[in-house]
């Protein structure tokens, strides 16, 4: 006997209902690299240092490129170690002073400075002579993936390399997962040190930052999301990278607005 049309219609708002709910519960966010290295800039820099707010600013730029997080991923690294002479940077940690210093005993710049840029895990002290360009990194290193679930805690992450060494450190090695959260559109009204009166606006603030050592094979991960700060950004981004031991040199890197 057919349904009458009063039920038939309750009966298909009802699967709407629930289609529309599992939707809900599957979406994700998903990011992904191309094959070839994404260039990773890095900047060190703190609100207690007069010749920084030019860096942060020109960092600032990268939010209106096309090529952000797909070409380039920009972070800011806000270090602690300017903090005593006056202002206490908000965004500063240990951590990030730590990481600083860890790229110098590795070799990979000359000493710890503010404002210094570091391209692809080396220094390009070019910057504060003027240059504007970085040297790229054209390596095939194959495709990194992410996908965040909504109100999930964990990210999913594969690495599928392409380079013949990255296969080999696959089946004997491991890497190092790091998950980052930046802040945008952020500013702080100083009211001592050297930049006293100013007002300074960021983006791509490092507000959380998270490392997970994982073996290389199977090349598929599973890791804590870093809690999101409410530092007052209008928007929060993560970026994800793969890097390699002590000397921290990134492999590849993925990322985007969350």
């Known amino acids: 006997m057919p349904l009458p049309t009063k039920l038939l219609k309750q009966t298909a708002l009802i699967t709407l209902l629930g289609s529309t709910a599992l939707f809900n519960i599957a979406s994700a966010k ?8 994404t260039d990773v800039l890095e900047l060190y820099t703190s609100e207690g240092c007069s010749s920084c707010p030019p860096a942060d600013r020109w960092l600032s730029t990268f939010k209106d490129k096309p090529e952000l997080f797909k070409d380039v991923i920009p972070m800011a690294f806000h270090v602690d170690y300017w903090d005593y002479i006056g202002w206490k940077d908000r965004f500063a940690k240990p951590a990030y002073s730590i990481r600083q210093r860890d790229y110098v005993s590795s070799g990979s710049v000359s000493q710890s400075y503010t404002p210094q840029f570091v391209a692809n895990s ?8 003027g240059k504007r360009a970085w040297k790229q990194n054209t390596n095939n290193v194959g495709v990194l993936k992410a996908s965040i679930t909504d109100n999930s805690d964990t990210v999913s992450v ?9 296969m080999a450190q696959a089946k004997s090695g491991s890497y190092v997962l790091n998950v980052a ?6 500013s702080s009204k100083v009211r001592a040190g050297e930049n006293r009166g100013e007002i300074l606006k960021h983006d791509f603030v490092v ?17 804590a999301m870093p809690a999101i700060p409410q530092s007052g950004q209008k928007q929060s981004a993560v970026v994800v990278w793969l890097s390699q031991g ?12 969350l």
């Open 30 to 37: 998903d990011f992904s690299s191309q094959s070839e290295a």
């Open 122 to 129: 080396g220094e390009w002290r070019a910057w504060l002579s």
């Open 158 to 166: 594969k690495f599928t390399p392409e380079s013949k060494s990255l």
């Open 181 to 186: 959260i930046l802040g945008m559109d952020l």
């Open 207 to 223: 507000l959380n930052h998270k490392k997970h050592t994982v073996s290389a094979s199977p090349n598929q991960w599973q890791v």
């Open 246 to 257: 002590a000397n921290q040199q990134v492999i590849q890197a993925t990322g985007g607005y």
